[in-house]
C-alpha cells in the first residue's frame, strides 16, 4: 500500500550543485506532476506528465527538467542549484487528468 | 484565468468551536472542486471533493457545497478536535481544455485548535 513514495525526504545543496528529487507510484497511474510549496504561496505546479514519454511545462518550470521513460517514476532534475529553490517539493499523481492526486510525503531541499 | 481564493489564516479555535473556511474559485468551463488537508510534516490528503454544482463533499465531519451561483466552495465543521489542527487547502481542476489535470491551489489557511 506504498502510493506515492519520495526521496529523500530532506537535502541540502550547495548552490550551483545538480540533484535528482525520485517519485514513485504503484497505482499505475497515468497523471503524474510536481509542486512546490513556498511559504504563503499556496503550490505551484512545476511539470506534469499525462503518461509515459510526455511531459510539460507548469507555472513554475524553470530551473529544473523531468523524464517520464516509465509509467511508474517521474523523477525532477535540479540542474543548477539556486537558493530560490529553497522550498518544499511534492510529487502527485491520479489516474488521468480528471481525477483527484493523491501526493507523497514531500522532500524538504534547503540550497545555500 | 483560473484562481482559487481563501480566507488567510491562522485561524485558531478552542474545542467543540464550529468552523468555516471560506473558498471561492475563478473558472472557465466547470472545474472539480476539492479541499486537501495537510498535517505537520506530512503531504496532502484529500479531504472531500464535489464534481457538479450543488454537490456536497464530506468527510470526517467536515462538509463543503459546490455554489456555481457565488463560486465558492466553504468548508464547514460543526465540532473541531484538537486532532484537527492541520493546513487546509482549497483547489480546484479543471477537466478539460488547456491546463487539463492542473489543480490550482489556494494559499492554504492553518487552523489551531486549542483544548
Known amino acids: 500500500n506504498a502510493g506515492v513514495t519520495q526521496t529523500p525526504k530532506f537535502q541540502v545543496l550547495k548552490t550551483g550543485q545538480s540533484m535528482t528529487l525520485q517519485c514513485a507510484q504503484d497505482?499505475?497511474?497515468?497523471?503524474m506532476s510536481w509542486y512546490r510549496q513556498d511559504p504563503g504561496m499556496g503550490l505551484r505546479l512545476i511539470h506534469y506528465?499525462?503518461?509515459?514519454?510526455?511531459?510539460d511545462q507548469g507555472e513554475v518550470p524553470n530551473g529544473y527538467n523531468v523524464s517520464r521513460s516509465t509509467t511508474e517514476d517521474f523523477p525532477l532534475r535540479l540542474l543548477s542549484a539556486a537558493p530560490s529553490q529553497t522550498s518544499v517539493y511534492f510529487c502527485?499523481?491520479?489516474?488521468?487528468?480528471?481525477?483527484?492526486?493523491?501526493f507523497g510525503q514531500g522532500t524538504r531541499l534547503t540550497v545555500v | 484565468g483560473n484562481s482559487v481564493t481563501q480566507m488567510e489564516g491562522p485561524v485558531t479555535l478552542s474545542e467543540e468551536a464550529f468552523l468555516t473556511i471560506n473558498c471561492t474559485y475563478t473558472?472557465?468551463?466547470?472545474?472539480?472542486l476539492f479541499w486537501y488537508v495537510q498535517y505537520p510534516g506530512e503531504g496532502l490528503q484529500l479531504l472531500l471533493k464535489?464534481?457538479?454544482?450543488?454537490d456536497k463533499g464530506s468527510n470526517k465531519g467536515f462538509e463543503a457545497t459546490y455554489r456555481k451561483e457565488t463560486t465558492s466552495f466553504h468548508l464547514e465543521k460543526g465540532s473541531v478536535q484538537v486532532s484537527d489542527s492541520a493546513v487546509y487547502f482549497c483547489?480546484?481542476?479543471?477537466?478539460?481544455?488547456?491546463?487539463?489535470?492542473?489543480?490550482?491551489f489556494g494559499k492554504g489557511t492553518k487552523l489551531s485548535v486549542k483544548p
Open positions: 483547489a480546484l481542476l479543471r477537466r478539460y481544455g488547456g491546463s487539463q489535470g492542473n489543480l490550482i
Open positions: 464535489a464534481t457538479k454544482a450543488d
Open positions: 506528465s499525462v503518461g509515459a514519454g510526455i511531459t
Open positions: 502527485a499523481s491520479s489516474r488521468t487528468a480528471e481525477y483527484e492526486a493523491f
Open positions: 497505482m499505475n497511474h497515468e497523471y
Open positions: 473558472a472557465t468551463g466547470y472545474p472539480s
